[in-house]
């Protein structure tokens, strides 16, 4: 299985409400030389990986598996995938199960570190969700040492006003997702091959009218193949079984085939979202109380489903 690491980035479009999706993703690191590790990902499923060969190979990065211009944001509790990468793109032999991450502003630190566990169980690379509550906005950083090598990665921290983004806390807009029977102009309803997930029986909207806890996934497998798309779905697939009393529900990222090259579906647009996959765990009640971002594995999952489902 390839190593490295693949997920969707977002950008705006001049003239239009909704965002749009591109096909070329990518990483940051900040390594010995500040080095940018960059992978594309397309239709086909392919990678392409730009490296420098006058790094030192020893030498690690902290991969911010999110946009460090845009997805952090201040005063709301905050979920920071990072991966901990040597220069090829790939993690380290000897991978910590536990790594101390600490906050820095203009080089001083900004509280104390923050411990986050390694998730590997089912998704093609380790990460380290770093959870933690940045008061003000600004230009910070986060440091971690593994192994002896130090590594920093730059970050953006915005107001939450800036952001769009449906967040914990708050109520899920309520869209009438593609289904098996209606389809609302969403073709292919699932990119999912050779055959469709089983997460459009039911729409979003049905599934909250009636007061259901729902499992709402964002995502393009299609177009994701490699990195983490696909295989989370995967891992939300095998789940369900064992959470009855909870409704799932899939939606695509794209209107059409073309993919990328076309519009968005309704329910990126009424997320506001920027980038994908996302997966919401909604009350009840209709409010989220948990959004899983870019990567998660099974014990991410199956804690948050567990909630879910009390």
Do not use: W
Not at 82 to 97: I, Q, R, T
Not at 112 to 119: L, M, R, S, V
Not at 160 to 178: C, D, I, K, R
Request: hydrophobic letters at 40%; charged letters at 15%; aromatic letters at 6%.
């Amino acid at each position: 299985m390839d190593g490295r690491l693949c997920s969707t980035a977002v950008t705006s479009t001049p003239g239009t409400r909704s965002p749009r999706l591109t096909r070329r993703s990518f990483v940051i690191g900040a390594g010995a030389a500040g080095a940018l590790l960059a992978t594309g990902c397309g239709s086909s499923g392919t990678t392409t990986a730009a490296t420098s060969s006058t790094l030192d190979p020893s030498a690690l990065n902290l991969a911010l598996r999110f946009d460090p211009n845009s997805y952090a944001l201040a005063g709301i509790p905050q979920r920071l995938v990072v991966s901990v990468l040597d220069n090829k793109g790939e993690p380290p032999a000897e991978l910590p199960g536990t790594v101390d991450f600490q906050l820095t502003r203009d080089g001083k630190p900004v509280g104390d570190p923050i411990a986050a566990t390694a998730h590997d169980d089912g998704v093609p690379v380790a990460y380290f969700p770093v959870r933690t509550t940045i008061a003000e906005p600004g230009t910070y950083a986060l440091t971690a040492t593994v192994g002896g090598t130090t590594a920093s990665a730059p970050m953006k921290v915005s107001p939450a006003s800036s952001s769009s983004l449906v967040e914990p806390g708050q109520a899920l807009p309520s869209v009438a997702t593609p289904t098996v029977l209606d389809a609302r102009g969403v073709d292919p309803i699932c990119t999912r091959l050779p055959e469709i997930c089983p997460f459009h029986e039911v729409d979003l909207a049905t599934s909250l009218a009636a007061g259901q806890p729902t499992v709402l996934l964002v995502s393009t497998p299609q177009f994701c193949q490699i990195g983490v798309c696909g295989p989370v779905l995967n891992l939300v697939m095998e789940t369900r079984d064992r959470f009855p009393t909870l409704t799932f529900v899939h939606a695509e990222v794209y209107v059409g085939p073309e993919g990328p090259d076309g519009p968005t579906t309704a329910t990126v647009d009424a997320m506001g979202l920027p980038f994908e996959p996302s997966l919401f765990f909604v009350g009840g009640d209709g409010i989220v109380t948990e959004r899983l971002d870019i990567v998660f594995d099974r014990s991410e999952l199956d804690a948050g489903l567990t909630a879910l489902a009390g």
